[in-house]
């Protein structure tokens, strides 16, 4: 067995259980991170359904369009229901219910399934439902070996295009032109694409969180945060620097060594069996104490991994322990409104030997 197929054999198998330990007979999964997560396809939402549906003896059926027939590589103990566009997926519906036989309880990715894609599902009879993305929630926090240097694969594509685009950032080019240059070194050094909308947020635009790049010229004096993420093998790595074009004022730098000292402190007091709220507590301590407390509006971290954002959140009101395998942001910000913002964010992964940083690149200032 190759080394792919048995991790995905693994992770199977560790689905099952869990299904049977909640007394769940089928979870249906749709296409996205959790289809990846257990079977290694990777297919994007659709207007064609497509469904994989694994009961709790081990059985999966496919519900794909012909033309998806060829992409799949199955196991043994899965079936391909196919169907035609010009029939439709319920032409193979019948044929479905009958492998399945009875279901009593059905687990669904209740924040990614569609109103399609659940009224098919529903035509089989179902009895009870429930959230089956959190049958996969411990599975999926605890990243593997494997797992690991895919994302630091992303985290080198990040840097490397990063530093090859810094010479175009200048005062008169445009937000999108950035932007657009930065996705370009990524594809070239293998992203598959780009898990959300680069941010390329520069002058009062840096004061917008989700600043995503826009028309704006780049001007003298503006601080730019860039918040990118680059997408390897399936996995994401999410990077945020900000950069100074030519002279920034006292009060730019004065912030940007605020951000600095909260992201340095934040990575460098975390330990295995540390709560998740209590991480978020030392930035926003520093931070606030510096009198900008007001200023850092949203959560500190979050998951990475198969998506952009999942478990675990490093914020304040998750009391959850940071244990070996989980992956995460720290990515502290300042904004300040109608003037500029800072946030500076690294990837990091608990580990049995402690806590590692993805990144190489450090929190210094650069200014073009």
Same mark, same amino acid.
């Given at each position: 067995?190759?080394?792919?197929?048995?991790?995905?054999?693994?992770?199977?198998?560790?689905?099952? =259980?869990?299904?049977?330990?909640?007394?769940?007979? /089928?979870?249906?999964?749709?296409?996205?991170?959790?289809?990846?997560?257990?079977?290694?396809?990777?297919?994007?939402?659709?207007?064609?359904?497509?469904?994989?549906?694994?009961?709790?003896? *081990?059985?999966?059926?496919?519900?794909?369009?012909?033309?998806?027939?060829? %992409?799949?590589?199955?196991?043994?103990?899965?079936?391909?229901?196919?169907?035609?566009?010009?029939?439709?997926?319920?032409?193979?519906?019948?044929?479905?219910?009958?492998?399945?036989?009875?279901?009593?309880?059905?687990?669904?990715? !209740?924040?990614?399934?569609?109103?399609?894609?659940?009224? +098919?599902?529903? !035509?089989?009879?179902?009895?009870?439902?429930?959230?089956?993305?959190?049958?996969?929630?411990?599975?999926?926090?605890?990243?593997?070996?494997?797992?690991?240097?895919?994302?630091?694969?992303?985290?080198?594509?990040?840097?490397?295009?990063?530093?090859?685009?810094?010479?175009?950032?200048?005062?008169?080019?445009?937000?999108?032109?950035?932007?657009?240059?930065?996705?370009? =070194?990524?594809?070239?050094?293998?992203?598959?694409?780009?898990?959300?909308?680069?941010?390329?947020?520069?002058?009062?635009?840096?004061? /917008?969180?989700?600043?995503?790049?826009?028309?704006?010229?780049?001007?003298?004096?503006?601080?730019?945060?860039?918040? +990118?993420?680059?997408?390897?093998?399936?996995?994401?790595?999410?990077?945020?620097?900000?950069?100074?074009? *030519?002279?920034?004022?006292?009060?730019?730098?004065?912030?940007?060594?605020?951000?600095?000292?909260?992201?340095?402190?934040?990575?460098?007091?975390?330990?295995?069996?540390?709560?998740?709220?209590?991480?978020?507590?030392?930035?926003?301590?520093?931070?606030? !104490?510096?009198?900008?407390?007001?200023?850092?509006?949203?959560?500190?971290?979050?998951?990475?991994? /198969?998506?952009?954002?999942?478990?675990?959140?490093?914020?304040?009101?998750?009391?959850?322990?940071? %244990?070996?395998?989980?992956? +995460? %942001?720290?990515?502290?910000?300042?904004?300040? =409104?109608?003037?500029?913002?800072?946030?500076? =964010?690294?990837?990091?992964?608990?580990?049995?030997?402690?806590?590692?940083?993805?990144?190489?690149?450090?929190?210094?200032?650069?200014?073009?």
């Amino acid at each position: 067995m190759g080394v792919y197929k048995k991790m995905y054999s693994i992770r199977r198998a560790s689905v099952l =259980e869990k299904m049977n330990e909640n007394n769940v007979d /089928l979870m249906v999964f749709v296409p996205g991170s959790n289809l990846a997560y257990i079977t290694g396809h990777q297919f994007s939402p659709s207007e064609r359904l497509l469904l994989y549906c694994l009961q709790s003896n *081990g059985q999966g059926s496919y519900i794909v369009p012909e033309l998806e027939k060829t %992409t799949l590589n199955v196991t043994d103990d899965d079936r391909i229901f196919a169907y035609a566009d010009e029939k439709g997926p319920h032409s193979v519906l019948q044929q479905l219910k009958k492998q399945l036989g009875l279901i009593r309880q059905i687990g669904v990715e !209740e924040h990614v399934m569609r109103l399609f894609e659940w009224k +098919f599902i529903n !035509e089989l009879g179902i009895h009870q439902m429930m959230n089956g993305t959190m049958l996969l929630k411990d599975l999926r926090i605890e990243k593997d070996a494997e797992e690991i240097i895919r994302m630091r694969r992303a985290v080198q594509v990040l840097e490397e295009s990063l530093q090859a685009t810094l010479p175009s950032i200048k005062a008169g080019k445009k937000e999108i032109e950035i932007a657009a240059r930065l996705e370009y =070194e990524m594809k070239m050094r293998g992203s598959q694409g780009t898990p959300f909308s680069t941010i390329v947020a520069s002058g009062s635009r840096g004061a /917008l969180p989700h600043g995503r790049a826009s028309d704006k010229v780049i001007e003298d004096g503006d601080f730019i945060v860039i918040d +990118f993420g680059a997408l390897v093998d399936g996995y994401v790595a999410d990077m945020t620097r900000t950069i100074g074009v *030519g002279s920034v004022s006292k009060q730019q730098r004065e912030v940007y060594n605020v951000v600095k000292d909260a992201i340095t402190q934040s990575i460098r007091r975390i330990e295995l069996g540390m709560r998740a709220c209590d991480i978020d507590a030392i930035a926003r301590q520093i931070i606030t !104490e510096a009198g900008y407390g007001v200023n850092f509006t949203h959560r500190l971290g979050h998951g990475i991994g /198969l998506d952009g954002h999942e478990d675990p959140y490093i914020a304040s009101s998750n009391e959850e322990k940071i %244990t070996s395998g989980m992956s +995460f %942001t720290i990515e502290p910000g300042i904004y300040i =409104e109608g003037q500029f913002g800072v946030r500076i =964010e690294d990837n990091i992964v608990a580990t049995d030997q402690g806590i590692k940083n993805l990144m190489t690149m450090d929190y210094e200032l650069i200014i073009v």
